[in-house]
């Protein structure tokens, strides 16, 4: 089939124009491929945030890996924590980049408005910020892990 030079001429400026960083095109006997030299872009979204119910009684503590996203979250019965939670799919990133600082650590206190996180959907870079003030407890997945809609990824204790 193949593409003529005007189909492609059009296609360099949709690329261009609509900001993504690489298009390929491959078919039988015709493949295709355009990047740009543009910087990714950045995005910056707010989190929604979960308050964790009150315990009537405590409950017994079950242990349960970080890492699934079908885990329940602990939560401790003396505290009344905060779940900050993934606002789209992606990758989830602590810091901006390697070598640059974590953007959040275990006992930070935080702001409304400070970034938490960077997660990367496809190849824009999504600053996370808190909606909520308190002590960050726990991070609940690790740097470069996929994370899913509404997945937990903090537990801020409100101070």
Do not use: H, W
């Not at 593409?3 to 001429?9: A, G, L, P, V």
């Not at 407890?137 to 809609?149: T, W």
């Amino acid at each position: 089939m193949g593409m003529d030079i005007k189909q492609i001429q059009d296609l360099i400026k949709f690329v261009s124009k609509s900001g993504v960083n690489e298009v390929a095109i491959e078919e039988k006997d015709f493949k295709i491929t355009i990047k740009t030299n543009q910087e990714p872009t950045y995005v910056t979204a707010s989190a929604p945030v979960a308050a964790a119910p009150l315990a009537a009684a405590p409950q017994p503590v079950a242990a349960t890996p970080v890492a699934s996203a079908a885990a329940p979250i602990v939560v401790s019965e003396e505290a009344n924590f905060i779940t900050i939670k993934s606002p789209m799919i992606g990758t989830f990133y602590r810091s901006a980049g390697p070598g640059k600082p974590m953007f959040a650590n275990v006992g930070d206190e935080i702001n409304s408005g400070k970034v938490l996180c960077i997660i990367e959907a496809m190849k824009l870079f999504n600053e996370i910020e808190s909606e909520v003030s308190g002590k960050i407890v726990k991070i609940l997945v690790e740097d470069a892990q996929p994370v899913e809609f509404d997945q937990p990824l903090f537990l801020v204790d409100p101070r």
